[in-house]
């Protein structure tokens, strides 16, 4: 079963599924994005036995064995119910004899679901799966294991990069389950009878970015200021307290990556670490501080990267979850207010009239735009090498250079630069002379402090396209269109 928007994992599940050998491999990805959907989806109608088990979010030692006991009576011996071990030795014990148990033409997938939740404080589990699995379910060719978690990093370090006895053991690379792009985006809420058109989709994707628990909410026969409005600023709408439960769910210590998260928020073109540690606590600082950043990067929350031509210390971060920006911006300031009533309907078609509309899209529109690199640089015909990159310079004080922000560019196989500009305006954007003369310096500058001797072409990635005037055919090489990114 092929399910929609994950063609590409169902071809690694075939492959994981249909081997002659036994099988391991890692999944991961933020909360609400499907994970356990497209397993459950995917092994429901298979010939082979399903263990699934998931663990408990702050349960103790004792009540995670019970219920994934619990789970060997229903799946192995019909419902009969087990008793359980002291600790996760007997337990796996008691699962290995089930397995022996099955007919030996049967397949056993065992889908251990928030595994990151099951490994509480001295609870030996990985120790006791890295015995099962060497020990026995890695010589019975039936077995297939699949360990899954919200926390990616728990999953990376733990599972993945295991220096210990599940060093190597991963038979598959893991899977990495993000959300959902534009096009997928479309063809799900088509199949669940959301039928908008895409100027519509951008609008409910810069809220949701893509994420399918978010999607799965929303009522067809609604336009996307409706749907948001009651996804969002109903009187306790399912993305007020999102936030905070996605946080305090992922990463332990979450409080100080929420506050990192805030500050970086705060920089449209992304903050410099050295800026970024100013700014924050001194006991986040150094180790601490940079362990959580990447487990916010990994799973998915910010990005960091080195401006082109930047050197290894300008390391930069940006948040990218259309979600995070969009809760920061109009959710927490009014948050106690949505939890005590709804809002005036029609709140937000208000909002989007405002100055602070105008620049919060731009912003959303440009991370959309990150996502989809790919099928920017094939609306601009380039070659598959290219590299997409960013690049900045803030000009030193007292010096005499012009500071520029270039929003993406790719570095090009064939001795050229294409430099875009990112526009989102529900008419054709218009270039005027002293828009030329922006882009002119931008130009400018960038060869300037680069030294670069390639040709560079501008193109412009507007949602609604470009008004033709000799202005535009003077400056623009070539446009990308909202519809591209759909493709």
């Given at each position: 079963m092929t399910v929609m928007g994950r063609e590409a994992e169902c071809l690694i599940l075939d492959d994981f599924l249909s081997s002659n050998r036994p099988e391991f491999i890692a999944i991961y990805g933020r909360r609400r994005v499907g994970k356990t959907y497209l397993i459950r989806q995917y092994f429901q109608n298979k010939k082979a036995i399903f263990f699934n088990t998931t663990g408990s979010k702050d349960g103790i030692m004792s009540e995670q064995i019970s219920h994934f006991t619990k789970e060997i009576g229903t799946v192995f011996y019909n419902g009969v119910p087990l008793k359980s071990g002291k600790n996760w030795d007997d337990t796996f014990e008691i699962l290995t004899k089930a397995i022996n148990n099955t007919p030996k033409n049967k397949k056993v997938i065992l889908f251990l679901d928030e595994f990151p939740w099951m490994a509480t404080k001295k609870s030996r589990l990985l120790e006791a799966l890295d015995y099962y699995w060497n020990q026995y379910w890695s010589r019975d060719k039936r077995v297939k294991l699949i360990i899954c978690g919200s926390s990616a990093s728990w999953i990376i370090n733990k599972i993945i990069n295991n220096k210990a006895g599940l060093h190597n053991r991963i038979t598959k690379p893991a899977l990495l389950i993000e959300p959902l792009k534009l096009r997928a985006t479309k063809q799900f809420l088509t199949k669940q009878g959301v039928k908008l058109n895409n100027r519509q989709l951008i609008q409910i994707y810069m809220i949701t970015g893509g994420v399918p628990y978010y999607l799965s909410n929303i009522q067809?026969?609604?336009?996307?200021?409706?749907?948001?409005?009651?996804?969002?600023?109903?009187?306790?709408?399912?993305?007020?307290?999102?936030?905070?439960?996605?946080?305090?769910?992922?990463?332990?210590?979450?409080e100080i990556c929420e506050d990192m998260i805030r500050i970086i928020s705060q920089y449209q073109y992304g903050i410099g670490q050295e800026e970024l540690f100013k700014r924050i606590d001194r006991n986040i600082k150094g180790k601490l501080g940079l362990t959580k950043l990447?487990?916010?990067?990994?799973?998915?929350?910010?990005?960091s990267f080195i401006p082109y031509f930047h050197k290894k210390r300008g390391i930069y971060y940006k948040v990218i979850d259309e979600y995070t920006l969009f809760y920061l911006k109009w959710i927490e300031p009014i948050k106690n207010t949505l939890l005590k009533k709804s809002l005036p309907l029609g709140y937000w078609e208000k909002q989007q009239n405002t100055a602070a509309w105008n620049s919060w899209s731009g912003l959303a529109f440009e991370s959309i735009c990150y996502k989809h690199v790919s099928q920017i640089s094939e609306a601009l015909g380039l070659s598959s090498v290219a590299i997409p990159s960013t690049w900045r310079f803030k000009s030193p004080k007292g010096s005499t250079n012009k500071g520029a922000q270039i929003d993406l560019l790719f570095d090009r196989d064939d001795d050229a630069i294409t430099i875009c500009e990112i526009k989102y305006t529900d008419l054709p954007f218009m270039i005027d002379k002293q828009y030329v003369k922006i882009l002119q310096t931008k130009i400018d500058v960038f060869k300037k402090i680069t030294k670069t001797n390639k040709q560079i072409f501008l193109a412009m990635i507007s949602a609604s396209g470009i008004k033709n005037n000799m202005y535009s055919e003077e400056m623009v090489d070539a446009v990308v269109v909202l519809d591209d990114l759909f493709k």
């Open positions: 067809k026969g609604l336009s996307a200021t409706k749907i948001i409005d009651q996804l969002a600023f109903r009187n306790k709408s399912l993305l007020i307290n999102e936030f905070d439960n996605l946080f305090s769910s992922l990463f332990s210590n979450h990447k487990e916010m990067e990994e799973a998915g929350f910010i990005t």
